[in-house]
């Protein structure tokens, strides 16, 4: 017989095992002594015992010698299991000068064998949805993560490349020096221009370098060369840019620059 | 539950190919972006119209390796409004889209306290880049120097400075 107490404790009767609500892990076997002692105790629920058949069934009955003391010692053994197994209500109540009783406000209930199964199929539903209500938020969490790393490495993959053929990869090591092409001395100093000069243009050049020189106080000096380029929108008398740089060599190095930009017009942008 | 966990350990295996080998492209492609390694300073008479003036420049003109230029500008802008002085270092990134031809673009301005210069003067110059634009330069070797230029035309030769 399964005694359920106060819906925390089983008793089972056979055996003496007396465990707490859904931790068998915790069983405790009683002595065979008191195993009959509680059994009495819960036969007789709500019911006070004097301490005369206490002793006469418990003890006496299977040819054991008993006293006072020690029912009193085997009561207060019960009452720690019952404290332990988390019920604080006193269990078992003193009646002062008569006897023991099981406390009649403490709920017990008996299981039959078909009780028994069901509460045992509940108690492992309830165990199990706990552990499933606990598992759920956390597989949700997580299901989802090896979709978002995936993602996030494709982005970071599609950025790279992205940015990567971006990136110039034409051969550009090799900047050509620039190639300058004679056009006239003007005084001693040579004049060279960055574009090659056409028989047609490269009078109306000659021209407007020397009226550009003179408007702008540029002189030959000894020892320098010049670098000149004109647009020929600018050679057309429209709008346009020219540029003349004097520069002083040594070794056939440039010392410095002294540069002159026209830009007519028209901006640069 | 073995298929699925070595299903999933493949696909991290693949995924981590992939994010190698996109790093390893990308960083190859920067290592190998060319650059251009310049020092140089030069002076320059610069003549504009609409608006006038006449700008008398002190130019140094550098581009590093890690693709960071800096164009320092000092002199006077003499237009109708008077004489004023400019003193602004110009700093940018620039990219290489060809041999000679650079693109300048995240152009920062800093402005020395005796820059007295207006503005309007100064965007009309070569290194004024308004926000979010590019501007191409031409810088070709010659000699112991660089032209530099816009695509329509060379406005200054920078001599190499030593050291």
Not at chain 1, 155 to 161: E, G, Q, W
Not at chain 1, 227 to 250: D, H, M, P, W
Request: one cysteine or more.
């Amino acid at each position: 017989m399964v005694f359920v107490i106060d819906n925390r404790v089983f008793y089972r009767s056979e055996d003496g095992a007396i465990w707490p609500s859904g931790d068998e892990g915790s069983t405790v076997i009683l002595t065979l002594t008191m195993n009959r002692l509680l059994a009495c105790l819960l036969e007789k629920h709500g019911q006070v015992l004097t301490r005369n058949e206490l002793l006469d069934s418990v003890w006496d009955a299977h040819g054991l010698r008993s006293s006072s003391h020690t029912l009193n010692k085997y009561i207060s053994e019960l009452r720690k299991h019952f404290v332990q197994f988390g019920i604080a209500e006193e269990c078992i109540t003193t009646v002062p000068r008569v006897g023991f009783m099981f406390n009649s406000d403490v709920e017990v209930r008996v299981l039959t064998q078909s009780t028994i199964e069901d509460e045992s199929r509940l108690e492992d539903e309830k165990n199990n949805a706990q552990v499933v209500k606990e598992r759920s938020p956390v597989r949700v969490k997580y299901r989802n993560l090896p979709i978002a790393l995936a993602l996030t490495v494709f982005l970071i993959s599609a950025t790279l490349i992205t940015l990567g053929l971006r990136v110039p990869s034409k051969d550009l090591a090799q900047v050509r020096e620039l190639k300058t092409y004679f056009l006239f001395n003007f005084g001693s100093c040579p004049v060279y221009t960055v574009q090659r000069n056409s028989a047609s243009l490269s009078e109306q050049k000659k021209d407007l370098f020397i009226e550009l020189a003179k408007e702008n106080g540029i002189d030959c000096l000894e020892g320098t060369s010049f670098l000149y380029q004109v647009s020929e929108s600018y050679l057309y008398g429209n709008k346009g840019r020219a540029f003349i740089s004097r520069c002083t060599s040594r070794n056939d190095k440039y010392i410095s620059c002294l540069n002159n930009y026209w830009n007519g017009y028209e901006r640069t942008q | 539950m073995n298929a699925l966990n070595k299903k999933t350990g493949l696909i991290a295996i693949l995924l981590l190919v992939v994010l190698v080998l996109s790093v390893w492209f990308y960083v190859h492609k920067r290592q190998n972006q060319n650059f251009l390694k310049v020092n140089c300073s030069t002076i320059l008479r610069y003549n504009h119209q609409d608006p006038d003036f006449v700008a008398t420049l002190d130019l140094v003109f550098r581009l590093d390796e890690n693709h960071d230029g800096q164009a320092v500008l000092s002199g006077n802008i003499h237009s109708e409004k008077g004489s004023k002085s400019i003193s602004r270092t110009v700093m940018f990134s620039y990219e290489m889209n060809r041999p000679g031809e650079i693109s300048i673009m995240e152009t920062r301005y800093l402005k020395n306290p005796r820059d007295t210069a207006d503005e309007e003067s100064f965007k009309s110059s070569f290194f004024y880049v308004p926000d979010g634009t590019v501007r191409q330069l031409r810088v070709e070797p010659s000699n112991n120097g660089w032209l530099l230029g816009n695509l329509q035309s060379p406005f200054a030769l920078c001599v190499n400075r030593e050291g």
